[in-house]
T-cell receptor, first 114, second 112 residues
């Protein structure tokens, strides 16, 4: 089983709303990732958690706040987003975060900011 | 900075034709993954290659990793409409970084 589950599938929010994206995996993976993807572009890395600790923040604006409550769960808290933040948000996981970095992706959350 | 140059960026072919997608770099990668992504969905892992010169086959898809582990190719034989999608190559850094280096993707359309 190589399943990464993301909820919700779709999300529409106003610029003053607070919402959260959720990601779950039960493969025993110890590295989890958040990516942002615009149409017809490759995914852009936002955050990496390794053994539940934030190891990479790709200079993401503070209106995006990641959280890793345990080794199976990853959240992305959203607050005061801008219309340009509308995108497909992807979660991924891998067994470790080292050289043999085979990442498995979830189906994504399609976010629209009005 | 490691880069993966993926080509072509767009490809539109008729069903039954063959095609090849390339990923090239001046950097050495520890592994190279190929993903296929459909609109509104997440990338689905097709294959991982880790050994220089390695060739892997997945039905009508053949993946090759260059001898020097700097380049890779994906060849599809007798393309079908179901092969339509965005194909992404992604390299694992030899230095053990947590980041994958993505190519820009190849948007493949197979017409009936």
């Amino acid at each position: 089983d190589t399943e990464v589950t993301q909820t919700p599938k779709h999300l529409v929010m106003g610029m003053t709303n607070k919402k959260s994206l959720k990601c779950e995996q039960h493969m025993g993976h110890r590295a989890m990732y958040w990516y942002k993807q615009k149409a017809k572009k490759p995914p852009e890395l936002m955050f990496v958690y390794s053994y539940e600790k934030l190891s990479i923040n790709e200079s993401v604006p503070s209106r995006f706040s990641p959280e890793c409550p345990n080794s199976s769960l990853l959240n992305l808290h959203l607050h005061a987003l801008q219309p340009e933040d509308s995108a497909l948000y992807l979660c991924a996981s891998s067994r470790t975060s080292g050289a043999w970095n085979i990442q498995y992706f979830g189906a994504g959350t399609r976010l629209s900011v009005l | 900075t490691q880069l993966l140059e993926q080509s072509p960026q767009f490809l539109s072919i008729q069903e039954g034709e063959n095609l090849t997608v390339y990923c090239n770099s001046s950097s050495v990668f520890s592994s190279l993954q190929w993903y296929r992504q459909e609109p509104g969905e997440g990338p689905v892992l097709l294959v991982t290659v880790v050994t220089g010169g390695e060739v892997k086959k997945l039905k009508r898809l053949t993946f090759q990793f260059g001898d020097a582990r700097k380049d890779s190719s994906l060849h599809i034989t007798a393309a079908q409409t179901g092969d339509t999608g965005l194909y992404l190559c992604a390299g694992g850094s030899q230095g053990g970084s947590e980041k994958l280096v993505f190519g820009k993707g190849t948007k493949l359309t197979v017409n009936p």
